[in-house]
C-alpha cells in the first residue's frame, strides 16, 4: 500500500498536473522508507528541470516530504526514549534507511515549523516563481520566532516607563550593554545571521539616552568610571557614545567566549569593554589584565558573565548603575529590561 502511494505520488510530481493532491498525499504518508523515495524523487526532478516551473514544483514537494519525515523522525525518536529504562543516556533513533546524518539533523529543524505554514510558504514562492528553500523557511521562522521576543521586550519596557522612580544621587560606576542597532553598520540584512532577539536602538537615541528622563552624564559622579560592552562589529559607534555620556576613553578589555559565534567574516569569539573615566577616579587594585576568559551567563544569547560583575565591583567603587540589564543584582541600581 505504501509502495503504491509512493508511485502514485511521484507520477504526479513528474506530470505536475495537481500539485496540491501530491502534498496531501505525501502529508498522509507515515512511514520513513516510502518519505524518503518521495524525496529523493522530488530532489532528482528538482536537479534535472533546473529553474523552471517543473523544477520549482519539485523543490516544493521536496521540501513538504522533508517536513513530514521530520515528524515521523520525532516520533520515532520520542518511542525511543519512552522504550528506554534505566539507561545512560538515550540515543536518538536512527530508521533503517538510507538517511543522511547531516542531513537527518537538517530535517529535524523543520519539526519547529507548522506544516500548514511550509504549505503556506512553498505556494507563496511558487507564485512568485521562486523555489522553495529549506534554508530560506528555516531562517524566515528563526526571524518571526525573534521579532516576536523584540516584540515583547518593546512592550516590557513601554510599561516600566515611569514605574520606577529616578534613583537619588550619582553613581561612581556604570555598567551598559547597549542594544547595537545593525542598520547604523550598514548591515540591515543580515540574513537572518546572528540578529539579536531583543529590540535595538538608532546610534542617535543611543547618544541622547536619558534613563529616568536624565542624560546619563547627570547619573555619574564628578570622578566615575563607565564600562561599555560592544561587539567587534559596533566598536564604531561604541567611541560615539563616550564623550555624550560624558567620560573619555582609557583602555579596552576583551572577553574571550568559550565557544566561536557566527560572523560575516570571521567568527567571532571575543567582545569588548571599553573602560572610560570621569575625572580621575583610580582603580581599587593593579593586577587586573585587560583579557579574561568566563562562561556566558545563564540569560542565553548576548548574556554577559557572573564573573564581570566580580571584577567591576573588586576594581571600582560603588553605588553602581547597570544600564539595559536584564535582571536585578543586589547592590546594583538597574535600568532595562529587569525594570519591568
Given amino acids: 500500500m505504501a509502495k503504491a502511494k509512493a508511485i502514485k505520488i511521484k507520477q504526479s510530481l513528474v506530470r505536475l498536473d495537481d500539485f496540491n493532491e501530491a502534498c496531501a498525499s505525501i502529508v498522509a504518508l507515515d512511514d520513513v522508507p516510502t518519505l524518503l523515495e518521495v524525496a529523493d524523487k522530488a530532489r532528482a526532478l528538482k536537479t534535472y528541470h533546473g529553474a523552471t516551473d517543473a523544477g520549482r514544483h519539485a523543490a516544493a514537494a521536496q521540501l513538504v516530504a522533508e517536513r513530514r519525515l521530520a515528524t515521523l523522525l520525532g516520533e520515532a525518536e520520542t518511542q525511543s526514549e519512552a522504550g528506554s529504562h534505566g539507561g545512560r543516556g538515550v540515543k536518538r533513533s536512527q530508521p533503517a534507511t538510507a538517511l543522511d546524518k547531516r542531513d537527518a539533523h537538517r530535517i529535524r529543524k523543520l519539526r519547529d515549523v507548522p506544516m500548514e505554514k511550509v504549505q503556506e510558504y512553498a505556494k507563496d514562492q511558487l507564485e512568485k516563481g521562486k523555489a522553495p528553500s529549506r534554508t530560506k523557511l528555516l531562517r524566515e521562522a528563526k526571524e518571526a520566532k525573534r521579532e516576536k521576543e523584540r516584540a515583547k521586550n518593546r512592550k516590557k519596557i513601554k510599561k516600566s516607563k515611569g514605574k520606577k522612580a529616578s534613583p537619588a544621587g550619582t553613581f561612581s560606576t556604570i555598567i551598559a550593554d547597549p542594544p547595537w542597532h545593525w542598520a547604523d553598520m550598514g548591515d540591515a540584512d543580515q540574513l537572518g ?105 545563564k540569560g542565553g544569547h548576548s548574556s554577559k558573565p557572573e564573573e564581570f560583575f566580580d571584577l567591576v565591583e573588586s576594581c571600582s567603587h560603588g553605588p553602581y548603575l547597570n544600564l539595559f540589564s536584564r535582571r536585578e543584582r543586589d547592590d546594583w541600581t538597574t535600568w532595562g529590561e529587569s525594570s519591568c
Avoid at 230 to 256: D, H, K, M
Wanted: glycine residues 8%; proline residues 7%; hydrophobic residues 40%.
Fill in 193 to 297: 545571521r546572528a540578529k539579536p532577539e531583543y529590540d535595538t536602538i538608532p546610534i542617535g537615541d543611543l547618544e541622547n539616552l536619558a534613563p529616568w528622563g536624565k542624560r546619563v552624564s547627570e547619573f555619574a559622579d564628578k570622578d566615575a568610571h563607565l564600562y561599555l560592552w560592544v561587539t567587534n562589529r559596533s566598536l564604531p559607534l561604541a567611541f560615539r557614545l563616550i564623550e555624550p555620556w560624558g567620560f573619555r576613553y582609557v583602555t579596552a578589555l576583551t572577553w574571550v567566549k568559550p565557544s566561536f559565534g557566527m560572523g560575516n567574516y570571521f567568527r567571532g569569539q571575543t567582545e569588548h569593554v571599553l573602560f572610560c573615566v570621569r575625572g580621575s577616579q583610580p582603580i581599587k587594585r593593579k593586577d587586573v589584565g585587560t583579557v579574561f576568559h568566563a562562561k556566558r551567563g
